[in-house]
């Protein structure tokens, strides 16, 4: 079965969506081989790529539309399966792309990693049938689905940046040169909540986390075959096309999933009730008596992602700034516009 790309240029994406990476870039009259359809996608194959192209840029062959029709299958049928296939060693990568086993696109080449921005958003996993997140509050995830839109999607992966591997809804890291990262945090929460998860996508390939500090945060160390990975050159592997690949495949785990949702929301209580003491008088409060819209918290949580060292001071400055211009020091007494 074959079409014709009627665009002036179309891509050929990995995954069945418009945040679907980018394989290639199809030219008005390109003819390709269609696989499948499903709704708005067709699964296509160039000859060299195989990938999805919308379907409305395609014209179908009128000799085989009927069989295309036939065909035709929801969404959910040409969707990445629930959890990619294990690599085993047989993940490729070329100047610009790295592919899975099964030869689809998942992550672009960067000069020093890969990285993948994923294609399940919080919002998205959400609004799933069966998203088991019935206890969380809807107003945290509200909150988390704001900042995550700033950070990444559940299967979102940077292996190329000073922190050497970057993971999940809030890019989780390694941490940089030499120093612990939150990553550990989030790998010891998977292995609490199932053991045989972690096995699955970590521990079989020989990686570990040690946890060196727990509080508000909990961070600590990756392991590779029993060495902590402590300094740059120890954390040069996680850079591989293989570690990008198996974050990117845990994130497609529903208990992953639900962990790093955890992780996010208790990031709230990390600098929500901290408190904020003005020198002018010695007045202590707590930040969540300064900030109470959702927006508002989305602000400084997106900042506490990014710089944690920075809440609640940088808040502070601005309260002290904003009391010295006004004279009105009490938070319950403000209004919307203050």
């Known amino acids: 079965m074959t079409g014709t790309v009627t665009a002036t240029s179309l891509n050929l994406r990995g995954a069945p969506a418009t945040s679907g990476p980018i394989i290639a870039v199809l030219r008005s009259g390109t003819s390709v081989t269609i696989l499948q359809q499903a709704g708005d996608w067709l699964r296509v194959s160039t000859g060299a790529e195989v990938g999805f192209l919308s379907a409305q840029f395609v014209k179908v ?3 085989t539309a009927a069989a295309v029709a036939a065909r035709a299958a929801p969404l ?5 399966p629930a959890v990619p296939p294990r690599d085993n060693g047989a993940i490729r990568a070329d100047g610009h792309h790295a592919f899975t086993p099964d030869g689809l696109v998942f992550a672009y080449r960067s000069p020093r990693g890969f990285h993948t921005s994923g294609a399940t958003s919080l919002g998205t996993y959400l609004a799933a049938p069966g998203a088991t997140v019935n206890a969380m509050p809807p107003s945290k995830l509200r909150v988390a689905q704001a900042v995550s839109l700033n ?3 559940l299967e979102a992966i940077n292996s190329y940046d000073n922190s050497f591997m970057s993971f999940g809804l809030f890019q989780w890291t390694a941490g940089p040169d030499g120093d612990p990262g939150e990553l550990a945090g989030l790998m010891d929460r998977v292995k609490r909540r199932d053991d045989a998860r972690f096995h699955e996508y970590f521990r079989s390939f020989d990686l570990d986390a040690v946890i060196t500090h727990t509080g508000k945060l909990t961070v600590g160390f ?3 075959k029993g060495n902590r990975l402590d300094s740059p050159d120890a954390k040069a592997p996680l850079r591989e096309a293989e570690w990008a690949y198996r974050f990117w ?4 785990d529903d208990t992953v999933r639900i962990c ?3 992780l996010a929301l208790a ?3 990390a600098f929500y009730d901290e408190t904020i003491t003005l020198p002018t008088d010695g007045t202590t409060r707590s930040v969540n008596q300064y900030i109470t819209s959702e927006f508002g918290v989305s602000l400084l949580l997106d900042e506490h992602v990014n710089r944690p060292g920075h809440v609640p001071n940088t808040l502070a400055k601005g309260i002290i700034d904003y009391v010295s211009d006004t004279h009105r020091a ?9």
């Open 151 to 153: 950070e990444g999607n």
């Open 267 to 269: 990031r709230i209580d």
């Open 260 to 262: 790093q949702i955890e």
């Open 222 to 224: 990756l392991t590779l």
């Open 61 to 63: 062959d009128s000799a």
């Open 76 to 80: 959910v049928a040409v969707q990445q």
């Open 249 to 252: 495949r845990a994130g497609h």
């Open 330 to 338: 009490d938070p319950a007494a403000w209004t919307t516009d203050d």
